[in-house]
């Protein structure tokens, strides 16, 4: 029995329509694009944002994470988690991985200036050793008190 509901989609009424009708679950919001992120966070009801960012594609010089600094301060306010999908990391080759994981870096900076809590999520239901997902995170650069909470 799963105590969580993975909620996908692009329109902002199915999403609302969702989140009422899991009350009580923990409720993780996928997202497609930056400006439904932001609604949401504003707006609804959830616990975890979960960024897909194989999708995404990096400008000439900054990169895009689909996180900023603007939604780091609205998650922050709102009690939100950041989540990482790890199906991406473990499924992706060559340099797209090393895209992933560029951003992946990126987001654990700015949620640790901004003192947001992250998670690693699996999608498709693989649960991963506790100890490896811990030096995942410590060697993409998350601090000790981010990987006590994972």
């Known amino acids: 029995m799963r105590n969580y509901v993975l909620i996908k989609e692009k329109s902002f ?12 679950k923990t409720i993780i919001f996928s997202g497609g694009n930056d400006e439904l992120n932001r ?4 707006k609804e009801n959830i616990n975890i944002l979960l960024l897909n960012l194989s999708e995404k594609k990096d400008r000439l010089k900054q990169k895009d994470s689909g996180f900023n600094h ?15 999908n790890l199906d991406e990391i473990i499924n992706s080759k060559g340099k797209n991985k ?8 990126q987001n654990i900076r700015l949620c640790n200036k901004n003192k947001l809590k992250m998670k690693f999520i699996s999608q498709n239901g693989n649960e991963r050793n506790i100890y490896d997902l811990k030096a995942l995170g410590l060697v993409l650069g998350m601090p000790t008190w981010m990987t006590k909470s994972l």
């Not at 603007?70 to 990482?84: D, S």
């Open 98 to 105: 090393s895209e992933i994981l560029g951003r992946i870096k």
């Open 39 to 42: 609604k949401v966070l504003e």
């Open 13 to 24: 009424d199915k999403i609302r329509k969702k989140i009422k009708e899991n009350k009580g």
């Open 70 to 84: 603007v939604l780091a301060k609205i998650a922050k306010k709102n009690n939100i988690i950041i989540g990482i």
